[in-house]
């Protein structure tokens, strides 16, 4: 039997990180416990004056923050705040699939609009990886915001 995922990060600013994840897997912050928001509606928004409504502490209040697949296929992607830096490479990281069945040069320029697109929303470019064929179809490694190692696929 498989078991549901939720991938976490640990983050400085975990609304600022979940906000660039959000752009980048095309996820949704989702709404507060209890509350159904209209189409378009600021989610965290509603999860300030939800957090205000129940006391929390402004301080407390970008402790954690989370995205979701709108579809509901992928998993939920959590960010907690930790008071330490990212202190090396990451063991494990995410792979976004922006050139899914593409090969040769147009999977490549595919893979670059999406950095192109990315590192406008904070990302920075690391390394271009060329095909190899047979088996290396090429790729990007590319950073988030704080420094989280990922790829482009």
Known sequence: MSR???????????????TFWR?????????????TLPEGADALAAWDDFLAGIGVPEDQRDASSAIEDPDGQGPRVFFQRVPEDKSGKNRVHLDIRAAPGLRGDDRMAALEAECDRLTALGASRVERFEPAPPMAHGHIVMTDPEGNEFCLD
């Not at 400085?12 to 979940?18: G, K, T, V």
């Not at 752009?23 to 509350?35: C, D, N, R, S």
């Open 23 to 35: 752009e980048a897997l095309g996820y949704v912050h989702p709404a507060p416990p209890g509350a």
């Open 4 to 18: 549901v995922i939720q991938i976490t990060f640990d983050a400085h600013d975990p609304r600022a990180l979940s």
